[in-house]
Every structure is written in structure tokens, then in C-alpha cells.
């Protein structure tokens, strides 16, 4: 029996960019927090490339990793969905990506927890033998409105340490290897310090350039110790931050109180970035202002990074601590006028 499932539908036509307004930007970070910049930001502009961290080593994306020996392909496959557009195309290869399965029979299925978009991914790398053209392709077929990257194409893996508490107000300081085991380890005591392995893993030639040649770098939100300090960690990577002619901004977290930051303020996760970047200027932050507590002392944190703070709500009006595609676009493209003002001498005094 023959089944007629219609025509393939087309990919939507790229819009007509509008003269003067097509910037190109530069995205890193990783899991849901670059998702989020990534959703706001292919509403202001199609020439963005995510640059993604490589050192997730739990769930779905470590298992592959460990079996097949590739770059762990989840914080890669959410970036990629994050720019598929709102069209019925976009939207449908979005849920294909994110699709999870879950077993329902009396035996397990080898299967479970894995997202079809890193199995998709992974069979790309597979087929074409490099990371980047499976990574183009990938995001071809979805109809991304942009480019995804991996920050290095070796597998990283993030040692920290941690300091717990003991008897006697007492503490002690431990070793953990692995972005999983830090991420649960940070629950029970406070991340003193990250280092990436290996230390000297060369960066993804095609995020250095893009960098290189972006009007505006884009740093978080995100996971502060696993998604954004690996960037600075890696030495290519934080060279070609400091040495660009691009704008950066750094986009705060909804949330200061995380598993990773407990006891943290705003000024505090500023302070973290300066001490493990201390020649990367920032030109900006931008931060809900439900955030911050002392404003005078987060101001002072953002100077000493050479940064302009710009206080803009951007969390979903649900009250739950996400960011809103939308406002976070706004605020996005206030900071980028801003700039742009400045730039062309017609700022308002």
C-alpha cells in the first residue's frame, strides 16, 4: 500500500535585509542560556554564528561522546533549533531536533533520553568526516537562520574546585573532573575555580574568524563556571576576544542564586569574568535590574571591565526565570542603536 504524504514543503526565503540594519554578530555560550540570546537575536539580524562550548560529558550528549568519540553534540543541536524561524518549516525541524525518546516497552531501548537532532548530528560528522560541514549541513536542512560552531573540534572537559564545608566551620577543597559532576557536586559546596583540558586544545579556525570580523560579540546568558568562562579559558579563544575590533557584550543571568553560584551577587559573577579575563574589555552588560542589589557596586564591577551597564527587564512576563525572546531582542537592539549612536557622533547629550 502506497501512502501520499503531499509535497516536501520549501524552506522560507531568507527575508530582504533593509539597508543599514544588517549587523553581523557573534554568539558564544551554550545550552538553554545561548538559546535564548540566539532566539532574540535572529530577530534583529540572519548573519549570526553561534559559537558553542564542547564540554558537556552527561545525559544524551555524553553518551555519544564516550561511544563514538565526537564532540558532545546537545549544546550544538539547541543552538541549531534556536534558529530555525517561526515558519511551520522552522518550527517543525525545531521539534524534530529537540525530539527526545523515551521507551515504553518491557525492554530497554538503547534509545532512551537520546534527542534525534544529536543522533542526526553525529551521523552528519560520521558521513562527511569534519564537525563544521556537519554542522553546515545540519543547519541547511533546518533552514537556520544562521551558523553554529563548536568553540574547538577537541572534546573538552572542565576540572573544578570546590570548597566544602565541614565540621568544626571548617573547609576543604576538592577536585572534580567533568562538566556532569561539577554541575552536581556545586550543589553541595561553592566552585572556587574551572580550568578546561586540554589547556592548549586549539579553537575552531571558522569561530576565530567570525569573531574577528563581527560588528558586535554576544557573551551569555548562561551556566556562569560550564557554558561561559570556557571561552576565556581556551587561549585562542580569549586572544581573538581581546584582539577584535568588535563590540562585546556580556548578558547576565535571571537568576544570581544558581546550582553553580550559590552566594553570588551580580557583581560577584563580574568580578569571576575580570579574574579569569583580565585583558578582555567589555563595552557593555546587560542586566535585568531584579538582578542586581546594590546597583553602585555592580556599576563598579562593569567599569572595571571597561563596560556601560544597561538595566532592561528581559525575563518572561510568566515570572519564571527565562528569558523572553522578544524583550531580550529589544534590549539587544537598544544596546546596539546605543552603540551605534555613539559611533556616528549623533548620540544625545
Excluded at 534509545?111 to 544529536?118: D, I, S
Excluded at 573540534?153 to 559532576?181: F, K, Y
Excluded at 586549539?202 to 567570525?210: G, M, N, Q, S, T
Amino acid at each position: 500500500m502506497s501512502l501520499v504524504t503531499g509535497q516536501i514543503p520549501l524552506v522560507p526565503p531568507r527575508p530582504a535585509d533593509r539597508p543599514g540594519e544588517r549587523i553581523k554578530v557573534a554568539a558564544l555560550g551554550g545550552g538553554h542560556g545561548l538559546s535564548a540570546s540566539l532566539s532574540a537575536l535572529r530577530r534583529l539580524t540572519p548573519d549570526i554564528t553561534a559559537i558553542v562550548t564542547v564540554a558537556d560529558d552527561g545525559g544524551s550528549s555524553g553518551r555519544l561522546r564516550a561511544e563514538y568519540d565526537v564532540l558532545p553534540p546537545g549544546d550544538l543541536r539547541m543552538a541549531l533549533a534556536a534558529l530555525c524561524d517561526d515558519s511551520d518549516w522552522g518550527r517543525t525541524w525545531r521539534d524534530v531536533m529537540q525530539h527526545r525518546f523515551r521507551g515504553t516497552g518491557p525492554v530497554p531501548s538503547s534509545l532512551e533520553n537520546h534527542a534525534l537532532g544529536n543522533l542526526l548530528i553525529v551521523t552528519l560528522w560520521e558521513l562527511l568526516g569534519n564537525p563544521v560541514d556537519g554542522l553546515k549541513w545540519a543547519g541547511a536542512l533546518l533552514g537556520a537562520r544562521g551558523t553554529v560552531l563548536p568553540m574547538s573540534t577537541t572534546p573538552l572537559t572542565i576540572r573544578g574546585s570546590v570548597r566544602d564545608e565541614v565540621e568544626g566551620d571548617g573547609v576543604s577543597l576538592r577536585q572534580v573532573d567533568g562538566q556532569a559532576n561539577l554541575a552536581h557536586a556545586s550543589r553541595f559546596g561553592s566552585i572556587q575555580s574551572v580550568e578546561i583540558e586540554p589547556a592548549d586544545a586549539p579553537a575552531c579556525r571558522e569561530a576565530l574568524d567570525a569573531i574577528e570580523l563581527s560588528d558586535w560579540v554576544v557573551l551569555g546568558p548562561g551556566s556562569w563556571y560550564t557554558s561561559i568562562l570556557p571561552h576565556v579559558l581556551l587561549p585562542e579563544l580569549r586572544r581573538a576576544l581581546e584582539a577584535t575590533t568588535a563590540n562585546r557584550l556580556l548578558t547576565m543571568n535571571l537568576r544570581t542564586q544558581t546550582r553553580e553560584t550559590p552566594g553570588m551577587s551580580a557583581a560577584d559573577h563580574l568580578e569571576v569574568f575580570h579574574r579569569y579575563a583580565p585583558e578582555l574589555r567589555i563595552d557593555a552588560v546587560l542586566v535585568d535590574p531584579s538582578v542586581v542589589e546594590d546597583v553602585e557596586e555592580f556599576r563598579a564591577a562593569a567599569a572595571r571591565l571597561g563596560a556601560t551597564c544597561f538595566f532592561d527587564k528581559v525575563g518572561a512576563a510568566t515570572g519564571r526565570a527565562v528569558h523572553s525572546p522578544l524583550r531580550l531582542a529589544n534590549a539587544y537592539h537598544d544596546v546596539f542603536t546605543s552603540f551605534c549612536s555613539r559611533d556616528t557622533g549623533s548620540e544625545e547629550p
